[in-house]
T-cell receptor, first 111, second 118 residues
Framework: GQQVMQIPQYQHVQEGEDFTTYCNSS?????IQWYKQRPGGHPVFLIQ?????EVKKQKRLTFQFGEAKKNSSLHITATQTTDVGTYFC???????????FGAGTTVTVRA | GAVVSQHPSWVICKSGTSVKIECRSL??????MFWYRQFPKQSLMLMAT?????????EQGVEKDKFLINHASLTLSTLTVTSAHPEDSSFYIC??????????????FGSGTQLSVL
């Protein structure tokens, strides 16, 4: 079945620095979604990418969908303590209504 | 955005008892809801797809007699962990899609239920 791989699993970042988390699929995706889960919380939808090569920005977050629609990245600039949490990418499975989640990237920030 | 309410937030029970978790879509109708399980520091693992008015679809390796799902209305799905054992202790999260106004595949999650079985 379709699998979504995500790296790195952990990212410890100095406040103010940038970092990127990557997501790769074994199959072409119709779309890819990103979610953020704060410690002790539940996943919250961030964004959905649909088009090949699509780039979307949300303030300091930049999301990119690869040309082949098999990979995606999330880049955060000038990391802040509010960015702490786990970021998951998710892609539809063989049946589009089911999402397969990546392992997540857990971000911690040192002031 | 759409709101999904999950109850209870946490539950502690004795081994052998059953626990029911409710998931409600508050401002939209959800013909399909999803139940996930999450272990500490791990990703979300889809357990089953709950379909309103029909049987749930379980993922491979998930015991349907252990995790009973009922989706009796367009706004409520329940997950019952039957004869719970310590290994069932986990964080259970439900989610639903709001397709009102057009196709949307993004999920709205409930706040989750932390189950601890003693």
């Amino acid at each position: 079945g379709q699998q979504v791989m995500q790296i790195p699993q952990y990212q410890h970042v100095q406040e103010g620095e940038d970092f990127t988390t990557y997501c790769n699929s074994s199959t072409t995706l119709s779309n890819i979604q990103w979610y953020k889960q704060r410690p002790g919380g539940h996943p919250v939808f961030l964004i959905q990418l649909v088009k090949s090569g699509e780039v979307k920005k949300q303030k300091r977050l930049t999301f990119q969908f690869g040309e082949a629609k098999k990979n995606s990245s999330l880049h955060i600039t000038a990391t802040q303590t509010t960015d702490v949490g786990t970021y998951f990418c998710a892609g539809p499975g063989s049946n589009d209504y089911k999402l397969s989640f990546g392992a997540g990237t857990t971000v911690t920030v040192r002031a | 955005g759409a709101v999904v309410s999950q109850h209870p937030s946490w539950v502690i029970c004795k081994s052998g008892t059953s626990v029911k978790i409710e998931c409600r879509s508050l401002d939209f109708q959800a013909t399909t809801m999803f139940w996930y399980r999450q272990f500490p520091k791990q990703s979300l693992m889809l357990m089953a797809t709950s379909n309103e008015g029909s049987k749930a679809t379980y993922e491979q390796g998930v015991e349907k007699d252990k995790f009973l799902i009922n989706h009796a209305s367009l706004t409520l799905s329940t997950l019952t962990v039957t004869s719970a054992h310590p290994e069932d202790s986990s964080f259970y999260i439900c989610s639903a899609r709001d397709v009102t106004g057009g196709l949307s595949e993004k999920l709205f999650f409930g706040s989750g239920t932390q189950l601890s079985v003693l």
